[in-house]
Nanobody, 124 residues
Framework: QVQLVESGGGLVQPGDSLRLSCAASGRTFSRYAMGWFRQAPGKEREFVAAISWSGGVTSYADSVKGRFTISRNNARNTVSLQMNSLKPEDTAVYYC?????????????????WGQGTQVTVSS
């Protein structure tokens, strides 16, 4: 059984930065791509960023490209999301997820394990 635990959310002002982390259990972490999704109130869960098993390939939603950076540390079984220049529209619950394979995906159906989520609120 794989467990994913997110941390690092909080309340920040527009223009601030936050770094989210996701700690994964299990010995096979490095075999799988990982992703971050988010869900705002009243909206569907949407793709934010993904990273391949090696970290060599990344993908971002257009809305966060240039502001967010995904990274991973396979030795520590962690994946992180550095969020800069935050905007009020970034407010959501952010979820870490493990992909079905080593290759990145942008659809929810391409991920099988999910964390419980961490709240990010951007407000002045």
């Amino acid at each position: 059984q794989v467990q994913l635990v997110e941390s690092g959310g909080g309340l920040v002002q527009p223009g601030d930065s936050l770094r989210l982390s996701c700690a994964a259990s299990g010995r096979t972490f490095s075999r799988y791509a990982m992703g971050w999704f988010r869900q705002a109130p009243g909206k569907e869960r949407e793709f934010v960023a993904a990273i391949s098993w090696s970290g060599g390939v990344t993908s971002y939603a257009d809305s966060v490209k240039g502001r967010f950076t995904i990274s991973r540390n396979n030795a520590r079984n962690t994946v992180s999301l550095q969020m800069n220049s935050l905007k009020p529209e970034d407010t959501a619950v952010y979820y870490c997820a493990r992909a079905l394979s080593s290759q990145i995906g942008v659809r929810r159906e391409e991920y099988d394990y999910w964390g419980q989520g961490t709240q990010v609120t951007v407000s002045s």
